[in-house]
């Protein structure tokens, strides 16, 4: 301030004249005028002067936090490791700096301004991460403040556990372990009742091995009546001295025997129905006949039956009405209840079929004398795969009386059983009249069915028309029988060997070596069969250029559309179904190598007229059209031979030589030859080309020979041809 001692004696003082003050100390007397003495208006600027971070100097070269001097410096980035700093400051005014004045406000942190006297450093420790503004500001030496205010914004990086992204882990590792908690409750709930099923389907695994059990025998129940009706008339056939036997005895046993087989493959598709049944997907097919006609049709078929075991059998009709039904489907019903009815009669018992009729029903009854059903049985007679304590008589039967029930119930009509224990036991199927009760069932005609009014027995009227088969000159060919089955195989092969010379291959692999070997002009082959079935077999066979041509015939039981469009993918020319017509098997098995030899001769034919013809583009002509490319490629070259043409092919010159003369009839030379002439006659008709110009075209070796092949194929030289045929 300009005094000269600061310790000053009391009364060492006085005013002059002139009004100065003057004031004694102890080394020096200050004196000065009041008047002259003013408050200083400067406004010094403050300065940062230095930037500390754990006390130690933040220099620019670190520049990651500051990249020029701190004075300038107007944005501070922080990490969380670096919360502990500090800044130095200064006024820049000289005169009396210890009395220079300062404050600071940290704005996000502090609410107010701090003053801290004449000290020029101030330290943070442990901010919260975020955003804060410095501001700071100092006095002159007169104690005035300064208007400019010095600012800096720091930002404080929050750690890595705290940021944005680590919350939201966070918040994901919490609903993740949320959800692994959910999901093992609910996982030891789903155990918990797994648990329960396992012993659920224990107890249903016991169950349903009853039930295959029951349902194997009810299908042998199924299947015994038709057996019964095959079984006694062969028995009698082979017993029987044909010189003494009736006129039509023979005939009336086989075509029982014939019925019944038709009758058993019938039921094997039914079986199929079952399940249609239980899934209520059957549709019935509902056409108006004669009752009587269809109940005798039926009835009469255990006639045999029952003169074998010396049971009366009556059939009493007494009405003529035509009734709606379902024939397939009632059938099986009638015949269950008389197969049935047959099976539990006593010894020299009764049997008998009756039709009743009322003023809006029709009642079809079977009789039976015999041991009879219990009344608490009857309730239950119906039920599928009931079985009751009394094995004897027809409730063993479980699938057939309960079948029986949902056709009818199908026909909006029922099934009833009266029996007296020890009497007779009455079935009774109840139909109605007229068909409004059906609904919206589509109604559909029998042609083949005739209403007989007499007491003559209805003959089938759909016996396969006789037709002269068409001559294939397929007669004395070889064909390839592939079955393992021994019986089957030997029935083929005597039905085949009046038409064939046949050959034998017990399994798809013996078959396969069999064709390479005698190279059939038909296979045919069953499918189920091991080491090679008969798809693979066909697969094969078709893939091999020995015996790429010869047709496959597919025999199997397997007779769904789906396996059916697997055999003709693998390259089946044929498909039937066991059991076969043994008419249609020969007719198809003639078609098929006919169809081959006039194919050969069409290719023959073909090659000759039309070398590019677009026909031949099929899988048997696949061989055909690639040499026929090669050749024509190779047009002009007279070298071009039968031996370069089989190396081109890939295959040795016998080999080629016997493919080429299966297919087209020719030697390879003169299948060559042939191309070149059509190709020849070609460029005669369409070209103005010399005739030795042509010869060069087509790599002729001379022209001699040329124009008397030429002539040999076309019945004229070169030049007539051309002046006949010019285009």
């Known amino acids: 301030d300009g005094l000269g001692d600061t310790d000053f004696s009391e009364g060492a003082s006085c005013k002059g004249s002139d009004?100065?003050?003057?004031?004694?100390?102890?080394?020096?007397?200050?004196?000065?005028?009041?008047?002259?003495?003013?408050?200083?208006?400067?406004?010094?600027?403050?300065?940062?002067?230095?930037?500390?971070?754990?006390?130690?100097?933040?220099?620019?070269?670190?520049?990651?936090?500051?990249?020029?001097?701190?004075?300038?410096?107007?944005?501070?980035?922080?990490?969380?490791?670096?919360?502990?700093?500090?800044?130095?400051?200064?006024?820049?005014?000289?005169?009396?700096?210890?009395?220079?004045?300062?404050?600071?406000?940290?704005?996000?942190?502090?609410?107010?301004?701090?003053?801290?006297?004449?000290?020029?450093?101030?330290?943070?420790?442990?901010?919260?991460?975020?955003?804060?503004?410095?501001?700071?500001?100092?006095?002159?030496?007169?104690g005035v403040w300064n208007s400019q205010v010095k600012t800096i914004q720091i930002k404080v990086l929050p750690p890595p556990w705290k940021t944005w992204y680590a919350i939201l882990i966070y918040v994901l590792v919490v609903v993740g372990i949320v959800i692994l908690i959910t999901w093992v409750s609910i996982h030891q709930e789903r155990l918990h009742h797994a648990v329960k099923v396992e012993k659920m389907n224990r107890n249903q695994e016991k169950e349903m091995n009853e039930y295959k059990f029951r349902f194997f025998t009810n299908i042998s129940h199924e299947l015994r009546t038709p057996l019964t009706l095959i079984l006694g008339p062969v028995k009698e056939l082979t017993q029987t001295d044909y010189s003494t036997a009736p006129k039509n005895y023979l005939t009336d046993k086989l075509e029982l025997i014939h019925h019944n087989t038709n009758r058993l493959y019938s039921l094997v598709n039914q079986l199929l129905e079952f399940r249609k049944?239980?899934?209520?997907?059957?549709?019935?097919?509902?056409?108006?006949?004669?009752?009587?006609?269809?109940?005798?049709?039926?009835?009469?078929?255990?006639?045999?039956?029952?003169?074998?075991?010396?049971?009366?059998?009556?059939?009493?009709?007494?009405?003529?009405?035509?009734?709606?039904?379902?024939?397939?489907?009632?059938?099986?019903?009638?015949?269950?209840?008389?197969?049935?009815?047959?099976?539990?009669?006593?010894?020299?018992?009764?049997?008998?079929?009756?039709?009743?009729?009322?003023?809006?029903?029709?009642?079809?009854?079977?009789?039976?004398?015999?041991?009879?059903?219990?009344?608490?049985?009857?309730?239950?007679?119906?039920?599928?795969?009931?079985?009751?304590?009394?094995?004897?008589?027809?409730?063993?039967?479980?699938?057939?009386?309960?079948?029986a029930r949902n056709y009818i119930a199908?026909?909006?009509?029922?099934?009833?059983?009266?029996?007296?224990?020890?009497?007779?036991?009455?079935?009774?199927?109840?139909?109605?009249?007229?068909?409004?009760?059906?609904?919206?069932?589509?109604?559909?005609?029998?042609?083949?069915?005739?209403?007989?009014?007499?007491?003559?027995?209805?003959?089938e009227l759909n016996q396969p028309v006789r037709t002269r088969s068409i001559n294939t000159?397929?007669?004395?060919t070889t064909v390839l029988v592939v079955e393992d089955n021994k019986d089957v195989q030997l029935y083929l092969s005597d039905l085949l060997s009046n038409y064939f010379n046949v050959i034998t291959a017990n399994n798809g692999l013996e078959g396969y070596k069999e064709a390479l070997q005698h190279i059939p002009k038909l296979i045919i082959s069953d499918v189920m069969m091991?080491?090679?079935?008969?798809?693979?077999?066909?697969?094969?066979?078709?893939?091999?250029?020995?015996?790429?041509?010869?047709?496959?015939?597919?025999?199997?039981?397997?007779?769904t559309d789906r396996d059916t469009l697997y055999g003709t993918k693998k390259g089946a020319d044929a498909y039937l179904t066991k059991p076969f017509e043994p008419e249609l098997l020969i007719e198809k098995a003639k078609q098929l190598i006919a169809s081959r030899v006039m194919l050969s001769e069409k290719y023959a034919k073909k090659v000759i007229l039309e070398p590019t013809d677009k026909d031949l583009n099929k899988q048997e002509a696949a061989f055909i059209d690639k040499v026929i490319k090669l050749?024509?490629?190779?047009?002009?070259?007279?070298?071009?031979?039968?031996?370069?043409l089989a190396s081109e092919m890939a295959m040795s010159s016998s080999t080629f030589y016997r493919k080429i003369k299966q297919l087209t009839q020719m030697a390879p030379g003169v299948f060559i030859r042939s191309i070149k002439l059509k190709r020849a006659e070609q460029l005669l008709r369409k070209t103005n080309?010399?005739?030795?110009?042509?010869?060069?075209?087509?790599?002729?070796?001379?022209?001699?020979?040329?124009?008397?092949?030429?002539?040999?194929?076309?019945?004229?030289?070169?030049?007539?041809?051309?002046?006949?045929?010019?285009?």
């Open 473 to 476: 000159k397929a007669k004395g």
């Open 631 to 644: 050749v024509e490629k190779q047009m002009d070259n007279p070298n071009f031979d039968a031996a370069a």
């Open 410 to 459: 199908l026909h909006q009509g029922e099934i009833l059983v009266n029996s007296v224990p020890g009497g007779l036991t009455t079935f009774s199927i109840v139909l109605k009249k007229g068909k409004d009760h059906f609904g919206d069932v589509v109604f559909v005609d029998d042609k083949h069915q005739t209403e007989i009014a007499d007491e003559e027995v209805v003959k």
């Open 277 to 403: 049944v239980e899934a209520g997907k059957l549709v019935l097919q509902i056409g108006e006949y004669s009752l009587k006609a269809f109940v005798k049709e039926i009835a009469n078929n255990y006639k045999g039956l029952a003169a074998s075991q010396n049971i009366t059998f009556t059939i009493d009709k007494h009405t003529s009405t035509k009734v709606f039904f379902d024939k397939e489907r009632l059938s099986v019903v009638l015949n269950n209840l008389l197969s049935n009815a047959f099976k539990y009669v006593d010894a020299e018992g009764l049997v008998s079929v009756e039709i009743e009729e009322q003023v809006q029903e029709v009642i079809i009854k079977v009789n039976n004398s015999g041991s009879g059903i219990s009344a608490e049985d009857q309730k239950h007679l119906f039920d599928r795969f009931y079985q009751a304590g009394n094995h004897q008589h027809m409730g063993s039967s479980g699938i057939g009386l309960a079948l």
């Open 530 to 559: 091991p080491q090679m079935d008969g798809f693979e077999l066909c697969e094969k066979v078709k893939s091999h250029d020995k015996l790429l041509q010869v047709p496959v015939m597919l025999l199997t039981a397997k007779n």
């Open 19 to 142: 009004g100065s003050l003057y004031f004694g100390g102890a080394k020096a007397i200050s004196y000065f005028k009041p008047e002259e003495i003013e408050e200083s208006e400067s406004r010094p600027a403050i300065v940062i002067t230095d930037f500390r971070i754990l006390n130690e100097p933040v220099l620019v070269a670190d520049k990651h936090i500051i990249s020029s001097s701190i004075n300038e410096v107007d944005n501070i980035v922080l990490g969380h490791k670096e919360k502990e700093f500090s800044f130095e400051f200064s006024v820049l005014d000289y005169k009396n700096p210890e009395k220079n004045h300062y404050a600071y406000w940290l704005e996000g942190y502090d609410e107010e301004w701090n003053k801290i006297g004449n000290r020029r450093h101030i330290s943070f420790n442990n901010l919260e991460s975020g955003n804060y503004q410095l501001h700071i500001k100092g006095t002159n030496s007169h």
């Open 689 to 727: 080309l010399s005739v030795s110009e042509i010869i060069d075209e087509i790599g002729y070796a001379d022209s001699k020979s040329f124009r008397k092949n030429f002539k040999e194929t076309y019945q004229m030289l070169p030049t007539e041809y051309r002046k006949n045929n010019k285009v």
